[in-house]
């Protein structure tokens, strides 16, 4: 799956709020991260796991299901196997007026799945990650694609 610059920039720049779809609580878990960058650079970030439903993460309480949201969602970042992507677009398209993008993580694709919510005027990503993305196409990577504070001058 290959996708413009432009098309991706264009995704991360237009969209303000984000429901992470197997968020984990562990901060060495990528969910966790990911979906913390994400909320540093601005986003409104809604954690989904209905194994830590009721608690809080980055200042917003965990929801078990997208139902729980109640809407105001542009985005919909997936952190789950390829084979539950369909459960997780029907939910969305059932409780999220206005979703704009189905984001799947680095791992994750659905070619049916991703075909119907094409067929609903909604974009799909799949196998990418929203974090390495804005971090690419906005300027943070530096030396070896790491996101690094400082770079040497002595190289």
């Known amino acids: 799956m290959n996708y413009s610059h432009s098309h991706l920039k264009n995704i991360l720049t237009r969209t303000r709020s984000i429901a992470v779809v197997g968020v984990s609580v ?3 878990r990528p969910s966790y991260y990911v979906a913390r960058y994400l909320t ?3 986003f409104r970030v809604v954690p989904v796991n209905p194994m830590h439903a009721g608690e809080t993460l980055f200042g917003c309480e965990v929801v078990g299901s997208l139902g729980g949201i109640g809407g ?3 985005m919909v970042d ?3 196997r390829s084979e539950a992507v369909p459960e997780i677009l029907e939910e969305a398209l059932e409780v999220l007026p206005g979703l704009q993008t189905i984001w799947m993580q680095i791992g994750v694709s659905h070619a049916a799945a991703a075909a119907k919510a094409e067929a609903r005027g909604i974009t799909v990503i799949q196998n990418r ?3 390495i993305e804005y971090q690419r196409l906005f300027g943070e990577l530096r030396m070896g694609g790491f996101a690094t504070g400082v ?3 002595r190289l």
């Open 78 to 80: 997936i952190f789950r």
């Open 129 to 131: 990650c929203p974090k």
């Open 151 to 153: 770079i040497s001058s």
């Open 40 to 42: 540093l650079k601005g």
């Open 26 to 28: 562990n901060p060495v």
């Open 72 to 74: 105001g969602i542009d």
